[in-house]
C-alpha cells in the first residue's frame, strides 16, 4: 500500500507546476510577440531563422515551445484574433448607444460600418502580419480547425446575437443571424484581401463607407433605386 503523499510535499509540487506552466506560457508570449516583430519587420514570407534572431534565441527554443512553425503560426493567429475582437468590441461600443449595448434599430448603418472599418483597421494597421495569417501554410487540421476560418466565426459570434435582436425586435425568426453574420465576414474579407493587393488602394475610409452602404442598403440602395436609399 502506498503511504499517503505529506500535503505540505503537495503544496510546495503544485506550487512549482503551476510556476512553472505560468514560465512556459510568459515565455510563449514573448516569442509570439517577437515573431510579431520579425513578421513586420521582414514581411509575411518571414523565415525562421529570422525570428529566432528577432527573439535573440536559436530555432530549437521556439520550436521547444511550439512544436514547429504551424505551432508559431497559430499562436500568430491567436494574438491576431485577439486584436480583431478587441477592435471590434470598441468600435461596436462606439458605435451603440452609450449604454453598452449595441443595437441596430438605432443606426444600423453605424453599425455596420464600426464592424467594417474594424476589420479594415487591423489589415491597414499590420498589413504584412495580415498577409502571414491569410497565406497559412498547409496546414494538417479539419476546415473546422482553420484559424483563419476560426478568426472569422469570432467576429461572427459578436454579430450574431446584434442581429438575432433585430430580428426579434422586427417580430420576425431569428434563424437569418448567424447567415448574416458570416455573410458580412465573408464580405469583408474578401474585399479586404482585394483591397489590399491593390497598389492603386483608395484611402481606407472610402472602402469602408462604400461597403457600409451596400452591407446596409443592399444592390438597389446604394445605387439609389429605392425609397430607402443613402442618397
Not at 529570422?50 to 527554443?61: L, P, Q, R
Not at 462606439?94 to 489589415?123: M, P, W
Request: with cysteine; aromatic share 6%.
Amino acid at each position: 500500500m502506498t503511504p499517503p503523499q505529506d500535503p505540505r510535499v503537495a503544496a510546495r509540487v503544485d506550487g512549482r507546476d503551476a510556476r512553472w506552466t505560468e514560465h512556459r506560457e510568459q515565455r510563449r508570449r514573448e516569442l509570439t510577440d517577437a515573431a510579431l516583430r520579425a513578421i513586420r519587420k521582414h514581411g509575411a514570407t518571414v523565415g525562421m531563422d529570422e525570428i529566432a534572431a528577432e527573439a535573440g534565441t536559436s530555432k530549437t527554443v521556439i520550436y521547444r515551445h511550439f512544436g514547429d512553425r504551424l505551432g508559431l503560426y497559430l499562436a500568430v493567429c491567436a494574438s491576431v484574433d485577439s486584436n480583431v475582437l478587441g477592435d471590434l468590441q470598441q468600435a461596436l461600443t462606439h458605435a451603440g448607444d452609450g449604454s453598452g449595448t449595441t443595437a441596430l434599430a438605432g443606426d444600423s448603418r453605424a453599425v455596420v460600418e464600426a464592424v467594417i472599418d474594424s476589420y479594415f483597421v487591423q489589415v491597414e494597421r499590420d498589413p504584412e502580419v495580415y498577409r502571414f495569417v491569410v497565406r497559412r501554410p498547409a496546414l494538417n487540421v479539419s476546415p473546422e480547425d482553420d484559424p483563419v476560418i476560426g478568426i472569422s466565426d469570432t467576429i461572427a459570434d459578436v454579430l450574431q446575437p446584434i442581429f438575432a435582436e433585430a430580428l426579434r425586435t422586427a417580430g420576425r425568426p431569428t434563424s437569418a443571424a448567424r447567415i448574416w453574420a458570416h455573410g458580412l465576414i465573408g464580405f469583408v474579407r474578401e474585399s479586404a484581401d482585394r483591397w489590399l493587393a491593390d497598389p492603386d488602394r483608395p484611402p481606407r475610409p472610402v472602402v469602408v463607407r462604400h461597403m457600409a452602404d451596400f452591407a446596409t442598403y443592399g444592390l438597389t440602395g446604394a445605387l439609389g433605386l429605392d425609397k430607402n436609399s443613402p442618397r
